[in-house]
């Protein structure tokens, strides 16, 4: 079985219909791009394969292992970082991610986006890339065999777009972690994805 097989999907928003009969496997530890025109349902069907939207025609089948003993089984990082509480630490925020995590988890998903020496500094005291990269630590440290990205790098400049892009790639195949991107940049779909799936 394929960890996520999305059959027939369609979802509607009133009268308009989008993503009218999509169907996607999706294999263990790939990284599949999805990219599109504007519009076109991309992250819609991102918030339905991590469960944010419920209300959908068709099926989603998701291999029972990708519930086995954690809390999140879709973390998400989104373009902006802002879902960072601003109030707390850099390893604070990481801590939030959803369990019960050790020190040492907590150390560890720091060192491996570079930020270890930064845990004690605020969210306002970051740049934009570190930000994003708290926002991945954050997703790595629940130990999710899936994660969604929509759009995560479309803010930063190309060197630390290039940077995470080549980061986030080698931690999941690391990691051996199946990955969903929503991009538009075609380059950084090629640099990551091994399939690029158009809607
Ligand atoms: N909660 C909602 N209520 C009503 N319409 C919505 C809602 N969410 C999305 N839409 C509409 O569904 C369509 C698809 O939105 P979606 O964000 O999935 O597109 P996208 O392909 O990710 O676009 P972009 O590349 O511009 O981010 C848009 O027309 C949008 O206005």
């Known amino acids: 079985m394929k960890l996520i097989e999305v059959k027939g999907l369609k979802k509607s928003f009133g009268s308009e219909y989008l993503l009218k009969d999509f169907s996607l496997d999706i294999g263990e530890g790939e990284i599949v791009a999805v990219m599109g025109p504007s519009g076109i349902g991309k992250s819609t069907l991102l918030n ?9 025609e068709g099926s989603i089948s998701y291999d029972p292992r990708i519930f086995d003993g954690i809390d999140v089984p879709f973390p998400f990082v989104f373009q902006e970082s802002e879902s960072l509480l601003p109030w ?13 995590l050790t020190q040492d988890e907590i150390d560890d998903a720091l060192k491996s986006v570079g930020l270890y020496e930064h845990r004690h500094k605020k969210p306002g005291e970051l740049s934009g890339g ?5 926002s ?3 997703a790595l440290v629940c130990r999710s065999r899936v994660l969604l990205l929509d ?9 630390m777009r290039t940077r995470l892009q080549l980061l986030v790639k080698d931690l999941c195949k ?3 972690i199946t990955v969903i991107m929503v991009t538009h940049d075609i ?6 994805a091994d399939r690029i799936v158009s809607i």
């Open 187 to 192: 380059a950084e779909a090629e640099a990551m």
């Open 88 to 100: 707390k630490t850099v390893e604070d925020n990481v801590r939030i991610a959803g369990r019960r």
């Open 151 to 159: 759009e995560p790098f479309a803010s930063l400049d190309s060197e």
């Open 130 to 134: 570190m930000k994003q990269r708290v």
């Open 48 to 56: 339905i394969i991590g469960g944010l939207d419920k209300e959908y």
């Open 174 to 176: 690391s990691k051996g």
């Open 136 to 138: 991945l630590a954050r």
